[in-house]
């Protein structure tokens, strides 16, 4: 029986997978391969890493850690979590039972109306970005659309209206959907209001081509401000709460309000950023090994 399997083998997995092995604890994580990390072209905020990392870059580097400490990371999805007398069942391939589970899934961003090529080409030249907090600070001064309507998209502008004063905000359908406060106020940050729906045209040249109302736009990129959904349907199969929002909900040492069900990552409300989710699966991990540690203490043989 291992001690800790790891839903997830993105940032917050694969930190808390590492951490694990060092206390001596066994481990096993599973990974489908569709960590958001994996979509980032060039991380420029991430600290330790003065000229930018690539987001499978950091990845591999993580899973070269987490294996070289004898880490059992299995490339299989989790279809089924259930409690047991003593744990969890892991149901993947093979179903593996476990004294502790660490939920570390994250989130999918919804993507706006455009093909999976185009979509795939323009994300890793950096047309399509997902994330203002993360690289906002290069489309500084650049001509810039947020993708989206009502509130949510409305918070996006305001936002990246701190890095150019050259935001157009386009409805991806056909009624803008702001307020009337709302929409006041972005006139007087001299926000353009266009309204959709979208066509994605080219994204090459350093350039990403819209088409709203048959209306032909380019930009030095566009964000998408759609929202995201979160993965935390296994959380919820063993009945663990989770916000309105659809994140799980946790304590100041990550557990759910399942025992024995830790979660980490952008799974979490929070900060949605690397440094976040490997800050929380080092406590995670700690708290795991702590509470595994109070029904069987850990000793050296
Ligand atoms: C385009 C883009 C650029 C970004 N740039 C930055 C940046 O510069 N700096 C920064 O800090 N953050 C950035 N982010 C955000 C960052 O990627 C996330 O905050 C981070 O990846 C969260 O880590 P996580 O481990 O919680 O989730 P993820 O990295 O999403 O990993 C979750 C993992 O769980 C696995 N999984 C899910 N369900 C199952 C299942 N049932 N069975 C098995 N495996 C499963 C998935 O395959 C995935 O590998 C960016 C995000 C995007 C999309």
Known sequence: MHDCA????????LTAAIYLARYHLSVAVFDDDTSRAASIPMSHNHA???DGINGRDLLNRMRT???RHGVDIRAEKVTELH???????VLSHEPLDVRSVLLATGVV????AISAELHDTAVSAGLVRYCPVCDGFEITDKPIAVIGSGSRAFKEVVFLRSYTKNLTLVSDVAEH???AEEAARLEELGVAVRTGPVEFVSADGGAIEITARGQRFSFAAV???????VRSHLAEMVGAELSDEGCVTVDAHQRTTVVGLYAAGDVVIGLDQISNAMGQAGVAATSIRNDLCDSMPLIRP
């Not at 790891?6 to 997995?13: S, T, Y």
């Not at 409690?83 to 069942?89: D, K, Q, Y």
């Not at 961003?109 to 706006?112: A, D």
């Open 83 to 89: 409690r047991t007398n003593n744990g969890f069942r």
């Open 109 to 112: 961003n919804r993507r706006p």
């Open 65 to 67: 850690q987490a294996l």
């Open 177 to 179: 959907g702001l307020s």
């Open 6 to 13: 790891v839903i997830g083998g993105g940032p917050a997995g």
């Open 48 to 50: 330790g890493f003065p």
């Open 223 to 229: 964000y998408p401000a759609l929202g995201s959904d």
